[in-house]
């Protein structure tokens, strides 16, 4: 028996590597000390300032792989990774540096990976964010032959005097919601059950609530919301200027706090950054919600409780910021022709969701 | 439909979370500038020299899992994937410095994720590396209910004068082998198609030729050589500073070039290292191969050439000096009791391996 008997193919690995060395090197810029290939990424980080923090995440696409898998479509999963990656140390004040990809699959496809990595590779640049490493695991009898997961790590820095982590949040703060394209990458178990396994619908189907076929609609890419948040970073706060600080961002920037509205929904997730003492107050009804959801909600005769617990409900991050900022804020939204509403406010209360 | 009903908990994955946030601050030291929980990880590096590189490397435990999953034994394969990670950067001089898991399973099973973590955390305490994050995923219908996946990332550092890359090796140097601890993790899927599928063998077996059962060799943890890299790095090139060079670590220390032997074996990872004009030729018999890589051998027929370029055959990393040095190094390998063999030298030719 040899090692390709086994199911592993390290010839069409070796291919597959070559491919993915081409498209990470795109990726590369001067603080890229190697290329991918040795055992270890190497990032140079002497141009950082003194105070700089490093700011990582790791985290995967989750079920949503089941669509592409279905629509045999996988260039978009890497953009969902690497931008639900980028805005989970947005949310901190942080500019990404580099990434690295984990890629299991069943067979390796050299397609497949080279589609799922160029995906990685384009979002990577977007942020100009390195893609400096990766592993590309065949598991045969682990994965179906025509299955992977997928997961990510990135890292990225923030001057420790800058982190934004909701800590000067008080009761009075505005509470705007930033749009999300659709499901990003959470809720799918649930939708997929209500969707496929028991309302039977297809992924080619056009539903007319949707405007699209309902496939197009579940695996449209987690927005990244770094760019707009880069923006609002550079905006001086009125509030906190006219008290004598020091304008920038963090405690002294336009933004109080970031919300990403991952896993835990709009009710789970708004709570990592509250101070104690702090209640946020969602008015249900002041956003538009897309219709993806009242379908899923109708279909499945799921409780609103549950909806809000699973789904980001078209609001894909959350800002808060203070009354004086808010028209600061809202003209660079505007400017960025990014779709926002003032969803809610922050109240006197324990640290939690309560809709209105 | 609740969430719970489509296979995912959130209450019992907000339980393991807590144990897991638990077991992780163990592993933090005063550079970790936030508990886990938040959308990020922080980790303060002011006190890296001026010309630190950050060092990163992501990857997985492989099929080995699925050993862990036939003896329900979930405390070892942490390990697995830590001392992999913390291998792959150590080769080229660097110190660990945080960690971020990713575990994806088809129902979170509190006890064997906090399992898992568990043995993630020990394994970074005794390196003296942060666990500053890490995704829980629970994927129900992508993975069976009692299976996971378990992939890593590490970032540690070094300074860029003390990159060790192998590029100071030459012709006439000498080559060290370190043991393994068995298979470590790579190679699995053969393994597992010869013992378990062909031969039908069961992993309660005790097989005379391992003195032990087929499963706790299959199971024996990746061996970290952190340490004993990081001992070597100390020490002063002897054939290096009679040219009037500094002494210590990389271009300068006694450590020319290191090879970590994963996926590809003994064949496949040392030309990672190799100049051009380099070649290494290593003796097979001058050290002893553990039983169970011939075990795999016989009974699966493997012919010598996959068994090479897919196990590491006894030997978990290699480590390249000058003659002139090798005293000095075998003196720190003997006080610290590590196993290890002069297996052969670097020869004129081209980058690769020959066997003699």
Same mark, same amino acid.
């Given at each position: 028996?040899r090692y390709?008997?086994?199911g592993?193919d390290i010839?069409a690995a070796d291919?597959?590597?070559?491919?993915?060395?081409?498209?990470a090197?795109?990726?590369f810029?001067?603080r890229?000390l190697?290329?991918?290939?040795?055992f270890?990424?190497f990032?140079?980080?002497?141009?950082?300032?003194?105070?700089?923090?490093l700011?990582?995440s790791v985290?995967?696409v989750g079920t949503?792989l089941k669509i592409?898998?279905a629509?045999n479509?996988h260039? =978009?999963?890497g953009a969902?990774l690497?931008n639900?990656?980028?805005?989970?140390?947005?949310v901190?004040g942080?500019t990404?540096?580099f990434?690295?990809?984990y890629?299991?699959?069943g067979?390796l $496809?050299?397609?497949v990976?080279?589609g799922?990595?160029?995906?990685?590779?384009?979002?990577c640049?977007?942020?100009?964010?390195a893609?400096?490493?990766?592993?590309?695991?065949?598991?045969p009898g682990?994965y179906?032959d025509d299955?992977?997961?997928l997961a990510?790590?990135?890292v990225?820095?923030?001057s420790r005097?800058r982190?934004?982590? %909701?800590s000067?949040?008080?009761p009075?703060?505005?509470?705007?919601?930033? /749009?999300s394209a659709g499901?990003?990458?959470n809720g799918?178990?649930l939708?997929?059950?209500?969707l496929l396994?028991q309302?039977?619908l297809?992924?080619?189907a056009v539903l007319?609530?949707l %405007?699209?076929?309902l496939?197009d609609?579940?695996?449209?890419p987690h927005?990244?919301?770094?760019?707009i948040i880069?923006a609002l970073?550079e905006?001086?706060s009125?509030?906190? =200027?006219?008290?004598g600080?020091? /304008?920038?961002? %963090?405690?002294n920037g336009?933004?109080?706090?970031?919300?990403h509205?991952?896993?835990g929904g709009?009710?789970?997730?708004?709570p990592?950054?509250?101070? =104690?003492?702090? $209640?946020?107050q969602?008015?249900l009804?002041?956003w538009?919600?897309p219709p993806?959801?009242?379908?899923i909600?109708?279909?499945?005769?799921?409780p609103q409780?549950?909806?809000?617990?699973t789904?980001?409900?078209?609001i894909g991050?959350?800002?808060?910021t203070?009354e004086?900022d808010l028209?600061?804020v809202?003209?660079?939204?505007r400017k960025?022709?990014?779709?926002?509403?003032?969803?809610?406010?922050?109240?006197?209360g324990?640290r939690?969701?309560e809709?209105?």
């Amino acid at each position: 028996m040899r090692y390709s008997d086994a199911g592993v193919d390290i010839d069409a690995a070796d291919r597959a590597k070559r491919r993915i060395r081409q498209l990470a090197r795109r990726t590369f810029n001067p603080r890229v000390l190697r290329e991918v290939g040795a055992f270890g990424g190497f990032f140079a980080i002497d141009d950082l300032p003194r105070d700089a923090a490093l700011v990582s995440s790791v985290d995967g696409v989750g079920t949503k792989l089941k669509i592409a898998f279905a629509l045999n479509r996988h260039n =978009t999963v890497g953009a969902d990774l690497v931008n639900h990656c980028v805005n989970d140390i947005a949310v901190h004040g942080a500019t990404p540096l580099f990434f690295l990809d984990y890629v299991a699959s069943g067979r390796l $496809k050299p397609e497949v990976v080279t589609g799922i990595v160029s995906g990685i590779a384009e979002a990577c640049r977007a942020n100009a964010c390195a893609l400096i490493g990766g592993e590309t695991a065949e598991m045969p009898g682990f994965y179906p032959d025509d299955e992977y997961d997928l997961a990510g790590c990135i890292v990225g820095w923030v001057s420790r005097s800058r982190i934004i982590d %909701g800590s000067g949040i008080v009761p009075g703060d505005v509470v705007i919601g930033l /749009a999300s394209a659709g499901l990003h990458t959470n809720g799918y178990s649930l939708a997929r059950r209500v969707l496929l396994d028991q309302a039977g619908l297809n992924l080619d189907a056009v539903l007319p609530e949707l %405007g699209r076929t309902l496939g197009d609609a579940l695996l449209a890419p987690h927005r990244c919301c770094w760019p707009i948040i880069k923006a609002l970073l550079e905006l001086k706060s009125g509030a906190t =200027t006219t008290r004598g600080r020091r /304008a920038g961002a %963090g405690k002294n920037g336009v933004l109080k706090g970031l919300a990403h509205i991952t896993g835990g929904g709009l009710t789970d997730n708004p709570p990592r950054i509250l101070p =104690t003492g702090c $209640k946020m107050q969602i008015e249900l009804g002041s956003w538009p919600v897309p219709p993806i959801f009242p379908v899923i909600a109708s279909l499945g005769s799921v409780p609103q409780d549950d909806m809000l617990r699973t789904f980001n409900m078209g609001i894909g991050m959350i800002l808060v910021t203070t009354e004086a900022d808010l028209d600061a804020v809202a003209r660079v939204l505007r400017k960025r022709r990014e779709a926002f509403w003032q969803i809610g406010r922050i109240v006197r209360g324990g640290r939690g969701v309560e809709y209105t």
